[in-house]
């Protein structure tokens, strides 16, 4: 994983150039940058605010001996390669989480957020994987405009004002280290580390699934990065798709 960075000062969405790149045959490695998008998306169908100040990337990836299932665990590995740059550009002095399937918090409040989109041939192979990462580097949206806490690098100690390209170049590291290590072997390989940064594990939670909410205890991630949730004592379900809420 040698990376390439295509930088734009402003796209629609860096996913969608991505993505369109993916689509006409692009290599796997590029990270298409912008200063700010227009129209930047997050999950579910929600708006991402995208003022300059932030980190705006999508990587381009190939895991074309894997099903779209399998491949979409790399956006859980891409969480986790996240928190672990915070935490070493921070020298320790924070250490970032993440929640189910693959927000970054930092103490408890949302940090960044990552919209994997891809497309599969006809075999159901994975042709391509488009993994956007957004991060708030120096500006979050405004408390009222998000139901939920967030928070930006530039207000944490030990990381104050950080150029989002630094940040970038600091993420290819940890980066490049779990996706060989998923290569190797898929999310199975890192299901260890993901747990020991998982947010409310052994908690009550609150999970967002479909259009309704459920409450259940978060028990585990499993080898394909399946969630499972205890809703009644010994009645343990597992949930590929969904969120934890964050309170
Ligand atoms: C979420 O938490 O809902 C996911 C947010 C993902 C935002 C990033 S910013 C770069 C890429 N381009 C987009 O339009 N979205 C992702």
């Not at 020298?91 to 399937?101: D, I, L």
């Not at 993994?131 to 100690?157: D, K």
């Amino acid at each position: 994983h040698g990376f390439r960075c295509l930088r734009l000062e402003e796209a629609t969405s860096t996913n969608d150039v991505a993505c369109g790149l993916a689509e006409r045959g692009e290599a796997a490695g590029l990270f298409v940058v912008a200063e700010r998008q227009t129209a930047g998306r997050g999950r579910l169908g929600r708006i991402w605010q995208s003022p300059p100040g932030n980190l705006y990337a999508s990587l381009i990836l190939r895991p074309d001996r894997h099903s779209l299932a399998e491949a979409s665990t790399l956006s859980l590995v891409a969480a986790l390669a996240l928190a672990e740059a915070v935490e070493l550009l921070s020298a320790g002095a924070v250490s970032p989480r993440m929640k189910w399937p693959n927000d970054v918090l930092i103490a408890g409040a949302k940090t960044a957020g990552i919209l994997l989109e891809g497309n599969a041939d006809a075999t159901g192979r994975c042709a391509w994987l488009v993994i956007g990462i957004g991060v708030n580097v120096r500006w979050s949206p405004p408390e009222e405009a998000v139901p939920y806490p967030v928070t930006r690098l530039a207000a944490q100690p030990g990381l104050g004002d950080i150029e989002p390209m630094l940040l970038l170049h600091a993420l290819t590291g940890p980066l490049r280290q779990r996706l060989a290590a998923w290569e190797e072997g898929g999310f199975a390989a890192l299901r260890a580390a993901w747990l020991a940064r998982a947010h409310r594990l052994g908690a009550v939670v609150e999970f967002k699934v479909g259009s309704g909410i459920i409450q259940g205890r978060f028990v585990d991630v499993d080898g394909t990065g399946a969630i499972h949730l205890e809703r009644a004592p010994g009645g343990i379900e597992r949930f590929t798709a969904g969120e934890i809420v964050l309170g």
